[in-house]
């Protein structure tokens, strides 16, 4: 089973300040994807990545397969970016995620 | 409409009611999701359905019970639980079901059970 790793578990940033969120893995995936959950519950995916690195405006997602690490930035951080912010993998052939227990962003102006 | 929809989006009910938790998608979605979020611990996936075939069960206690109807609507019906069941549970939907897939997520329904 697929230990997923998530580093900070709290993070207080000042806005305007550079963000960013480390996940790690223990075995080889198919894909990681970062999520974005606000405080009332509602989650939504910010990215699907199996290599390399994307960008969605002011977010970045990168992922090193051979380290099994990825790492999600956010530049120019806004209050609005507060929310907890989760990594999740996918192993080969399996419809299962398995989930960081999150971190938990706050963004103060 | 909305991508996902969950009703009701709160619920409090005692040990032995019977209830149901609704799940409805407009993403024109083949395979939906059930997940269970509990304080402090990582989501947890419960079934999964693709094509109105339950193809993942999670090792979930039988009082929860799953149906899916049709491929937009996915139920989870609920009976004799337990305090410990109190939880936010969360849909999701994706096209297939295949593990490279963004899913989609609803915005779930918090339960307590008393």
């Known amino acids: 089973k697929n230990e997923v790793e998530q580093s900070p578990q709290n993070l207080t940033a000042q806005e305007g300040e550079f963000i960013t969120i480390n996940c790690s893995y223990s075995v080889g995936i198919s894909a990681l994807h970062w999520l974005q959950q606000h405080p009332g519950g509602g989650i939504v995916s910010l990215f699907m990545?199996?290599?390399g690195k994307k960008k969605h405006g002011r977010l970045i997602a990168t992922i090193n397969i051979q380290e099994k690490h990825s790492s999600l930035h956010i530049t120019a951080s806004h209050p609005r970016d507060s929310a907890v912010y989760i990594c999740a993998v996918s192993g080969a052939g399996s419809y299962q995620l398995t989930f960081g227990k999150g971190t938990k962003l706050s963004v103060i102006p | 409409e909305t991508g996902v929809t969950q009703t009701p989006r709160h619920l409090v009910m005692g040990m032995t009611n019977k209830k149901s938790l609704k799940c409805e998608q407009h993403?024109?979605?083949?395979?939906m999701y059930w997940y269970k979020q509990s304080a402090k611990k990582p989501l947890e996936l419960m079934f999964v359905y693709s094509l109105e075939e339950r193809v993942e069960n999670n090792s979930v206690p039988s009082r929860f019970s799953p149906e899916c109807p049709n491929s937009s609507h996915l139920f989870l019906h609920l009976h004799t639980l337990q305090p410990e069941d109190s939880a936010l549970y969360l849909c999701?939907?994706?096209?297939?079901?295949?593990?490279?897939?963004?899913?989609?997520f609803g915005p779930g329904t918090r339960l307590l059970v008393l």
């Open positions: 999701a939907s994706s096209s297939t079901g295949q593990s490279r897939e963004t899913q989609y």
């Open positions: 990545l199996s290599s």
């Open positions: 993403l024109g979605h083949n395979a």
